[in-house]
Structure formats: C-alpha cells, structure tokens
C-alpha cells in the first residue's frame, strides 16, 4: 500500500500565504514525478504544479510565479509554497504522485485526499 497524506490547508486573507506538504508512505521503490492539483466548488480538478524527482519543476499559468513546488526526496515529501493568495486559488488542494513499488515493477499514480484552501477577507 502507498499513502499521500496532505497537510497545511486553512483559512488564509488574499495577499496571505499557505504551505502545504504531501508526505508519502508505504511500499514505495521509487518516487517519480509529483503534482499539486486543485478542485474548486463545481469545477474539475485542475493541475496546478509537478517536480521531477530530479528537481524539475512546472507549472499551470494561473500560479506561475505565485507558487513554488519542491521536494525533499530523503523525506519523499513534496511542498506546495503558496504565495499572494487570491480568492480564486479557494479550492480542496490534492497530490499526485508516480509511485514504483517494486525494482521490476510499474509506475502507477496515488492520490492524497486532499486539503482545503480558503482565501477569503
């Protein structure tokens, strides 16, 4: 079993900051890419940010340069800085993660269950 367990949602004013974590667990060989999403109220799940496992990082236009993806492999968690909050980025915040669980296994994708995000005055 693999575990993606997220952590460092809240309320949060606009112009206010929040930092997430996504801690993952488990039967894990190797853990490859992970991403950030959001899911606000009525809306589909949207990517917001993925890091490599050596460091690269991407991200959705709409948190460019307001958010700031990371990773502490030894640790195999990943982070999610969120800076200059707006009342748009409101939303349940989910990880994803590329998770190998075995040397001659495959590469299979887990969900965390998510973290709530609230910007408002």
């Known amino acids: 079993q693999v575990q993606l367990v997220e952590s460092g949602g809240g309320l949060v004013q606009p112009g206010g900051s929040l930092r997430l974590s996504c801690a993952a667990s488990?039967?894990?060989?190797?853990?490859?890419?992970m991403r950030w999403y959001s899911q606000a109220p009525g809306k589909q799940r949207e990517f917001a940010a993925a890091?490599?496992?050596?460091?690269?990082?991407n991200y959705a236009d709409s948190v460019k340069d307001r958010f700031t993806i990371s990773r502490d492999n030894a640790e195999k968690t990943a982070y999610l800085q969120m800076n200059s909050l707006k009342p748009e980025d409101t939303a349940v915040y989910y990880c994803?993660?590329?998770?190998?669980?075995?040397?001659?296994?495959?590469?299979?994708?887990?969900w965390g269950q998510g973290t709530q995000v609230t910007v408002s005055s």
């Open positions: 994803n993660a590329d998770v190998v669980r075995s040397e001659f296994g495959y590469t299979r994708g887990y």
């Open positions: 488990g039967s894990i060989f190797r853990l490859n890419a």
């Open positions: 890091v490599t496992s050596g460091g690269t990082t």
